[in-house]
């Protein structure tokens, strides 16, 4: 990996004091920057904006589409074909031609946009502090020095310093990973090698205040931010190919090499043997033109854009067509937590009571009275609404609380009509708890269940007070003097607080976020209501709730199924380590005592190393967006075809550098989109397997249309290469080479494009990321079956024919065209046999009904006859044809039997 590079301006500003920063940037914290200063700071920093490098032009875009080895050559066999008179086949290549261009263009060209969303994320508007005045200001005018405000819903327009907060709160999810909006605070921190999400004095351009209110100075704008810096990586990442479009690379240089071959050896073998001159050129380079499978690019685009129609219909957008076939390649799928393996929302996933002398761990929506009361006080003591119609509103955890509560009845507004608020001490990072103050009813009746069956542990007195406090496990504990264990009153001793205090280690070991609840019942009179009494004292502890953001339902049976077919998941997180190890142990990405590495240990490490230890982790955490780059290009390295899943702004560069990328709709960012090569409309991780399926079938689908055309091909080519060594006349003419193979490049070939997947599609490992589209086992499949049918229809032509040698041409002719459409439905399947499911593709039935139509038009319709020096055939020799052409089918189908037999 070699020396990173040096991170944006901000990055060391959580080392430095508040103080200090404001002496660095020559800047005031109550009056900020004079006017005539943030102007020079202007002028000397540039705005405040994303800058997009010098892009390629349209044009240039366009230009490209036509400069891969297949295009040229088809290019090249398009000319030649006019120039030989047949316009129907050079217009028909040229359309292909046109047509993956276009296609080739639409996608590079909407792929450009990536910095064009990031730039979106920064606002328009800023408020800042200048010359003793609050202003609002444009964002792009913002300067390092400038002194900055902060409200909850607001934007950062900068990386900040902070100076100032009050309850502050960022949700930084699309940039570090973070499920759930990060405290801010003040305090300058030590640590040097603090990741991104742990550097809570910082606020960063890009992200949003989800609570609170704060002031901080901008630290660095424009390029310089954490933002700007993964702008740059977008933009220097460069794209690489897809394992098809260098498999289809190498194979057209190979066919280009080939097809050069034959013109040079069927012309000399026929003008050594006296042949015209003139007519042997046209046949030589009519081979050539036959031998380069023209239908090709059609096939695959057809066969990717099908593809990409059948994935929109599982809710998969493909925003480039190689994509989906690149999935079928893949053999590391990696994967970000954070909405993509996750629900991306809290949930109290367990709750731990206090019972007899030990705590128990149990559900929340079942357990006991214990359990209903520690819920109770979970919904008292919210600030959050979960929204009767629309989406809750309130922070993240406060929302988990009160759907952890209505899954039990209890549901706030109904709560607080029977008990309601009359006070609160709102949380404080200080404190890190909050507390609110309730009126107890004059009849203890109307109680709800759980808080009447312990009233009188709890000595709740009729019209009192009931507090309701929550918040980090050690403060609330502090704060309490007594445990209510197993429905009685205990003193909180050293004994208990070191149970209380294993309770939560275990919570945080196995990746929940712990909080503590406590009630106090007060009697009526007991508490001061004007907020001048502390109140949080003398509390009764009740329990720990813990909450993650639980991983999705159908993650877990993806990545089985991705496990099945020889992928491996791995997870990548800018999230806290053992809550990525949670998560992972859940899906069975990893085991419980898997080997989480951090960023700050990838730091450490050069690519070389990083390679050796990405082979055998599953997790990765607290990861940098250039972390995750280096890890997708450390995979890549090792030969792999990685696939990279992510929803943030973070993922942004690992994206884009992927073998594909694939974002999230929903919760993704307009960044991510653009980055991505798919995108998940319904944000679900399990359709990413069924987009692997799909990709695998293209790639057989291609492979068989492969398979049939160059069989047919050099049965073409053993005719005439064999008739011009025995000494025999030429046995096809040009035309009828180009029609032969205008024809079954046509309907049959398209038809294969369409097939469906074998039942072992999802069974077998992927593809050797360097294995060639034209393997050895492939080829001496196509030569064998294709000189064996060459032969036989040389054969049929002399064995039946007469001495005229238009009617020879005529059954050779007809039998080479007969054989390419019976191999046809002998090639929908590598191993299985045709009369296993011999209508299982209706396209290619009627193809074959097509393909024999036009033939026997080209035979017995007079003006074909002219045209293409046939002669009609009678009932005998055209069942000789049948039963010659035939043979391509039953060699097909023996072959498959060897294999399945072997």
Same mark, same amino acid.
């Given at each position: ?9 901000? &990055? ?22 004079? /006017? ?29 589409? @036509? ?22 086949? &050079? ?102 090698? =603090? ?9 960063? *351009? ?16 424009? *390029?310089?931010?954490?933002?700007? *810096?993964?702008?740059? %990586? ?9 394992? =098809? /479009? ?113 705590? /128990? ?120 003097? $007594? ?87 791995? %997870? ?32 450490? *490490? ?78 679900? @991780? ?64 398209? &038809? ?60 050779? @002719? ?10 046809? =439905? ?19 039935? &009627? ?8 033939? $026997?038009?080209?035979?017995? =319709? ?26 391509? @089918? ?13």
């Amino acid at each position: 990996m070699g020396p990173k590079k040096p991170e944006p301006e901000a &990055a060391a500003w959580h080392g430095v004091s508040v103080d200090h920063t404001v002496e660095r940037l020559a800047t005031d914290r109550r009056s900020g920057l004079e /006017q005539d200063e943030a102007e020079r700071r202007l002028s000397e920093h540039g705005p405040n904006l994303l800058e997009q490098r010098a892009s390629r032009s349209p044009l240039v875009i366009l230009l490209e589409q @036509f400069t891969s080895t297949m295009i040229v050559v088809l290019i090249v066999a398009a000319v030649i074909s006019g120039l030989l008179g047949d316009l129907l086949e &050079a217009g028909a290549i040229l359309a292909i031609v046109l047509l993956n261009g276009v296609l080739g263009f639409v996608q590079e060209y909407r792929a450009e946009r990536a910095v064009e969303a990031l730039q979106e994320m920064a606002r328009p508007q800023a408020t800042v502090r200048r010359g003793g005045r609050v202003l609002e200001v444009a964002s792009r005018d913002l300067v390092p020095g400038d002194v900055v405000l902060l409200e909850a819903g607001g934007h950062v327009p900068a990386d900040l310093r902070l100076t100032q907060t009050a309850l502050l709160r960022a949700q930084e999810a699309a940039l570090t990973g973070e499920s759930e909006p990060v405290e801010k605070s003040t305090a300058p921190l030590a640590d040097a090698g =603090l990741a991104l999400g742990d550097r809570t004095n910082l606020a960063f *351009m890009g992200t949003n205040v989800a609570y609170g209110r704060g002031e901080g100075i901008a630290v660095a704008t424009g *390029m310089n931010t954490q933002l700007g *810096m993964i702008a740059d %990586m977008v933009q220097t990442v460069e794209r690489v190919d897809t394992p =098809l /479009q260098r498999r289809l690379a190498r194979l057209a240089r190979l066919l280009a090499a080939a097809a050069l071959a034959l013109v040079i050896l069927i012309f000399t073998l026929g003008v050594v043997r006296g042949e015209d001159f003139r007519l042997m050129f046209m046949t030589a380079v009519s081979m050539a033109v036959a031998a380069v499978p023209e239908g090709l690019p059609a096939v695959v685009t057809i066969a990717l854009a099908l593809g990409a129609r059948k994935m929109l219909s599982r809710h998969a957008l493909i925003r480039r067509l190689p994509a989906v076939e690149t999935l079928g390649s893949v053999t590391i799928i990696c994967a970000d937590k954070t909405g993509t393996l996750t629900e991306n929302r809290m949930r109290v996933g367990t709750v731990e009571l206090p019972d007899g002398r030990e705590f /128990q761990r149990v559900a929340p929506e079942h357990g006991g009275d214990a359990a209903e009361l520690l819920m109770l006080a979970a919904v008292l003591c919210n600030d959050a609404d979960l929204g009767e119609e629309g989406p809750a509103h309130g922070d993240p955890t406060e929302v988990a609380l009160l759907a952890a509560g209505a899954n039990r009845g209890i549901l706030r507004a109904e709560l607080e009509e029977r008990l309601p608020r009359v006070s609160e001490v709102p949380f404080e990072s200080s404190r890190k708890r909050m507390t609110t103050v309730h009126r107890l009813p004059a009849d203890l009746a109307v109680l709800p269940l759980g808080m009447s069956a312990l009233a009188p542990a709890l000595e709740i007195c009729p019209s009192g007070l009931l507090l309701a406090t929550k918040g980090a496990v050690e403060q609330v504990l502090a704060a309490s003097r $007594f445990i209510l264990a197993g429905g009685d009153l205990v003193e909180l001793d050293d004994e208990w607080r070191e149970r209380v205090a294993a309770a939560d280690d275990g919570l945080a070991d196995n990746g929940f976020r712990s909080l503590g609840l406590a009630l106090r019942a007060v009697p009526d009179g007991g508490l001061s209501e004007d907020g001048h009494e502390d109140p949080e004292h003398d509390l009764v502890f009740l329990g720990l709730a813990g909450l993650l953001d639980p991983a999705r339902k159908e993650a877990g049976p993806a990545v089985g199924r991705s496990k099945a077919a020889g992928i491996r998941p791995v %997870m990548i997180t800018g999230d806290h380590p053992l809550t990525a190890r949670r998560i992972a142990v859940d899906l069975a990405i990893a085991d419980e005592d898997a080997e989480v590495v951090s960023g700050r240990a990838i730091a450490q *490490m050069d690519l070389e190393e990083l390679a050796d230890r990405a082979e055998s982790t599953g997790v990765f955490a607290r990861v940098s967006p250039e972390d995750k780059l280096s890890i997708v290009t450390a995979l890549q390295r090792r030969g792999h075809v990685v696939a990279m899943t992510g929803d943030g702004v973070n993922d942004a560069p690992a994206l884009r550098r992927a073998d594909i990328g694939v974002a999230m709709g929903i919760t993704g960012t307009d960044v991510a989109k653009e980055s991505a090569e798919m995108v998940l409309l319904d944000d679900n @991780f399990a359709t990413i397997v069924a987009a692997i399926e799909e990709g695998r079938v293209i790639y057989d689908n291609i492979r068989k249309f492969l398979r049939y055309l160059l069989t047919g091909n050099s049965a073409e080519l053993t005719v005439m290469v064999a008739a011009l060594a025995l000494g025999l006349p030429l046995p096809l003419l040009p035309l009828q080479i180009l029609w032969i193979n205008l024809v079954t490049d046509g309907p049959p070939a398209l &038809a294969l494009a369409v097939e469906p997947g074998e039942p072992d599609t999802m069974s077998r490992p992927p593809r050797p990321p360097d294995s060639r589209i034209l393997d050895s086992s492939l080829a001496v499949s196509i030569l064998t079956i294709g000189i064996l049918v060459g032969l036989i229809s040389l054969a049929a032509g002399y064995l039946f024919g007469s001495e005229d040698e238009t009617h020879r041409r005529s059954i050779i @002719f007809t039998t080479l065209t007969f054989a390419q459409v019976f191999f046809a =439905l002998s090639v929908r399947s590598e191993k299985g046999s045709f009369f296993r499911r011999p209508g299982g593709n209706p396209w290619l039935l &009627a193809a074959v009904l097509i393909t024999l139509a036009l033939q $026997f038009l080209v035979i017995y =319709l007079p003006p074909a006859q002219n045209i293409f020096g046939t002669v009609p055939l009678s009932a005998s020799e055209l069942t000789v044809v049948i039963l010659a052409g035939s043979s391509a @089918f039953w060699l097909a189908e023996l072959e498959k039997l060897v294999r399945r037999l072997l």
